[in-house]
């Protein structure tokens, strides 16, 4: 199934998700790039935006799609919830941007790794059938602070996120 990177370019406005130096979250500093540190944060949702255009040889009824965040924490015990939302606009001057509702909103739960920092991947299926080759994804990546399943208590911290799919 072929991988491609999702690249979320905006956090929303509570302060509690922005991008900063792995470092300044990491034990060690020999590697210092960019990564979403999503704070610990009361009972919201904290989200990040983004869109992409999704590739021209998505086939949607192939397979399963699915969104996969890889990121850490510093906390080994514990549950978080990340989120994806999202809304396909696709046709030439045909379809509105400027979209007023969701097509879906998928929640995941995620354990807290067994020692800190240790690479974590949650996989969020998504709906094949809502996306379509060559229109856009616009979307939230979230970590939902609100849900009762919520009890990862410390900064979670996203190193990519991805959108696997079939195409065969």
Request: proline share 4%.
């Amino acid at each position: 199934m072929p991988t491609i990177p999702l690249m979320p370019s905006n956090p929303d406005t509570s302060g509690n998700v922005f991008w900063d130096d792995y470092a300044n979250v990491a034990t060690n500093d020999v590697f210092r790039q960019g990564v979403w540190r999503f704070q610990n944060a009361g009972n919201t949702i904290i989200k990040i935006f983004g869109t992409q255009r999704i590739p021209a040889d998505y086939i949607a009824n192939a397979g399963q799609t699915s969104v996969f965040p890889v990121w850490t924490t510093t906390s080994t015990a514990g549950i978080t919830v990340w989120g994806f939302a999202y809304r396909v606009v696709d046709g030439n001057n045909a379809n509105s941007m400027d979209q007023t509702s969701l097509q879906e909103l998928v929640l995941q739960q995620a354990y807290a790794p067994s020692a800190a920092n240790n690479r974590m991947t949650t996989s969020i299926l998504i709906t094949a059938a809502n996306l379509v080759a060559g229109g856009t994804l616009e979307f939230w990546f979230f970590r939902d602070k609100g849900s009762a399943n919520e009890n990862l208590n410390g900064v979670t911290i996203l190193h990519h996120l991805d959108l696997s799919y079939a195409n065969s």
